[in-house]
């Protein structure tokens, strides 16, 4: 059994160290308050119980709570008082320096928690742990002075999530949608040099992945470009091969006619479609920004984002291109190809793919077969975004962040070019738990988490406010998000809905689950499960009327707040059977990994809250190996494109590095309780020598994950 320390380090639990701090408290108290040898025994054999039942490693304070409530049960007051009283004065000594164990920890790579808090960074990379350090003291900063007394607490007993402290000390927004067709189009600076309009696709494709990463480094989220913007770079390069081809010919002395010369000019673009995208591909996948990790980019497809004709057809070979890439992976240091976690790919379903016999059929067949090899691409349903977003389709600035709509001064809808200014995450188990079941009372306690919710997020929205267009021009003033002038302050962006901000929700299904006895998805809970959703969104368009300013709902995509809602959760109710007695809560409004059900009636069902939801969600459905299941992917497809607006499909892509095993490696519970990854043909768990790649909440995480998330990913059903 484990214990993680203070500093974030793990080591062997040892009762022993217990009953030396409880006999420590036992002397200070008069004999007639003492506790017997017989009574601190009972305390650490019920306590190891304890322990050992919870199925993951506990932290020091979690262990101390617990003895201050055993020392309770053996009616020891005084005894107990003061070892309350030891705790707090010990709690005072380390304040002072917590933060510089903290550092030490990460510095010596042996900070578990911090190992598996991002599973697409690898903590013993010098720029992670330099981005870690800085993270350290931007959430000391944050928690002692930036951020109001009460939303730390909140935030500290799990009640509310303020993501992203470690950036908040620096005025740095969320996420965006990169405006690429005006730095493509009009020019761009970068690092101080003038980038003018490409001559080329391959240059376009070049300069698209330096914006990428100077984007990457100037926000702490994902950012979305459009295939859109680099197709009409085909033509031009088109035309520069004819010329080309032809004065060739000629200089050779050979005639050629009109179709021989398309023919050596469009086998030359289609080389350059597959240098440009193999560009991108490699370029995002190697680049490695200030934080320490690969540019969290998403890649858009979408043909009718173009007009019909030339433009769409060669938007038509880069996605081709773009898939056919991605199903062949990308090397290992041991040159086998395995799945990346990024660029993330979103195929927009429309009427000119879904259906047999379509124009772009086989380019959807394409895609269907990307998604059975390596978990990408999304879909997006062009039918149902547009009946929900007013008659539009545009990307995600992420894994699932929407922006509100919004027209320019000209009345036209604008998406490109905009952010997100943050998010905060409210705890909706806590909310119901808090109420006892009591319907009146948990409306009541929602409201009240919601005003703090709203407090939280304007904190977010006052430190961006005064931020000057200079902290990151490539942002603000060279096109990536505005044409600012310098010094020019960033506020007008900030109202009128032109960003975003996020009130993110977690555990509607354990939610639900409490306060009705059923699972959302019961036909008798699901109207409680759709009335909270509703009144998260209530709530956003009252403080939306009262600031200006674009609030929305979003079905957040937790990683290892997960795992802390759950031990707060613990912490603070105990374990209640169907609500805290996982190691993880539901993302957002899904339905229970562990719930049977299969995918169809879990993406219809799912929808309705995708609907209540307009800031961000994305559904899933888990699936065995479908690289032979063609057909069955595609009927998948279809029934998205019919029935809700962005969903996935989760597949398993693994590799050993010792036995060269191709396959799902599993999760098995080791001698100590913990959950561990393990090869299933030769026994291998040495996660340094394997490849695993899962869905993690919205984007594929290749770095592991923490105990939470990992019984999370144990625990799902398949669903076809």
């Known amino acids: 059994m484990k214990i993680i320390k203070r500093s974030g ?42 322990c050992s039942n919870m199925g993951r490693a506990l932290n020091v304070e979690e262990i101390q709570d617990l003895v201050e409530n055993e020392i309770m049960q053996q009616q020891a007051f005084a005894v107990a008082r003061n070892y309350i009283t030891y705790r707090y004065k010990r709690a005072l000594v380390r304040k002072a320096n917590s933060t510089d164990k903290q550092i030490m920890s990460l510095l010596e790579c042996d900070n578990e928690e911090v190992k598996q808090e991002n599973s697409n960074k690898n903590p013993t990379v010098n720029s992670v742990q330099r981005d870690y350090m800085a993270g350290e003291v931007s959430k000391d900063i944050t928690r002692r002075f930036l951020l109001p007394q009460e939303v730390v607490e909140a935030h500290e007993s799990g009640i509310i999530h303020f993501h992203d402290s470690d950036y908040f000390a620096q005025h740095m927004h969320n996420c965006c949608l990169v405006n690429l067709e005006d730095m493509l189009q009009n020019g761009t600076v970068i690092s101080g040099t003038m980038i003018e309009k490409p001559h080329s696709f391959s240059t376009a494709c070049n300069i698209a992945t330096q914006i990428i990463a100077q984007i990457a480094s100037s926000q702490y989220g994902g950012q979305s470009i459009s295939l ?23 200089a050779a002395g050979i005639e050629l006619n009109e179709e021989q010369l398309n023919s050596v000019a469009e086998s030359r673009v289609l080389e350059e479609i597959n240098r440009g995208v193999q560009m991108i591909q490699y370029q ?3 680049l490695m920004t200030t934080n320490g990790q690969a540019p969290f980019v998403t890649v858009f497809m979408y043909l009718n984002e173009v007009p019909e004709g030339r433009t769409r057809d060669d938007l038509a070979l880069v996605i081709e291109e773009v898939l056919r890439q991605r199903i062949y992976g990308v090397k290992n240091e041991s040159g086998v190809y395995i799945t990346p976690a990024f660029p ?11 259906t047999e016999g379509s124009k772009y059929w086989e380019l959807t067949r394409l895609a269907a077969q990307c998604t059975a090899k390596r978990m990408v691409p999304d879909y997006i349903s062009e039918k149902v975004m547009r009946e929900l977003k007013d008659g539009n389709c545009y990307p995600c600035m992420g894994c699932r962040s929407f922006l509100n709509l919004y027209r320019d001064e000209n009345g036209r809808y604008k998406f490109y070019g905009r952010f ?82 996020s009130l993110g929700y977690a555990g509607l299904c354990e939610c639900t689950q409490y306060m009705t006895g059923a699972s959302h998805t019961d036909p008798s809970a699901t109207p409680f499960a759709l009335a909270v959703m509703q009144r998260l969104n209530d709530a956003c368009e009252t403080w ?52 049977e059900i299969d995918a169809f009636t879990k993406l219809k069902f799912e ?72 090869c299933p043909n030769c026994r291998n768990r040495d996660q340094d020598k394997m490849n695993v790649a899962r869905r993690t909440c919205g984007y594929i995480g290749t770095q592991f994950w923490n105990q939470g998330r990992t019984q999370e990913i144990r625990e799902r059903v398949l669903h076809l």
């Open 544 to 595: 939306k009327q009262e600031t200006d300013i674009g609030f929305s709902v979003y079905g957040t995509p937790l990683e290892s707040t997960t795992y802390k809602f759950a031990k707060c959760l613990q912490k603070r109710f105990g374990i209640v059977p169907g609500v805290t007695d996982k190691n993880y809560i539901t993302n957002s409004y899904h339905v229970h990994v562990g719930e």
């Open 420 to 501: 997100n200014q943050g998010v905060v995450t409210l705890n909706l188990v806590d909310a119901a738990l808090s109420s006892g079941g009591d319907m009146d009372s948990f409306w009541r306690i929602l409201d009240e988490r919601l005003l703090l919710c709203r407090q939280a997020l304007m904190c977010r929205h006052n430190r961006l406010k005064g931020t000057p267009s200079d902290v990151a021009p490539i942002l603000w003033q060279y096109g990536a998000l505005g044409r600012l002038k310098k010094g020019e302050v960033i506020d007008k962006l900030l109202y009128g809905g032109y960003s975003s901000i």
């Open 228 to 250: 859109s913007h680099l197709a009409p770079f085909v033509d031009v390069s088109r035309h520069r091969f004819r010329k080309e081809v032809r004065q060739e010919f000629e």
């Open 607 to 678: 929808a309705q809250f995708q609907k209540l939801s307009p800031g961000g969600a994305i559904s899933y459905v888990e699936v065995p190996n479908m690289t032979n299941n063609l057909e069955a992917v595609l009927a998948l497809m279809q029934h998205i494109y019919e029935n809700i607006m962005y969903a996935e499909l989760n597949t398993k892509s693994d590799f050993c590095q010792i036995c060269g095993y191709d396959g799902e490696i599993r999760i098995v519970t080791d001698d100590d309780g913990k959950l561990v990854w393990e």
């Open 9 to 50: 380090t793990e080591e062997e639990f040892h009762i022993s160290k217990i009953e030396a701090a409880v006999l420590k408290a036992n002397r200070t108290v008069i004999e007639s308050d003492k506790m017997s040898d017989a009574q601190v025994q009972e305390i650490c054999r019920h306590l190891e119980e304890i």
């Open 344 to 354: 993330k790919l979103i195929y927009v379903l429309e009427e000119n793919n879904i």
């Open 284 to 286: 995002v996948i190697t």
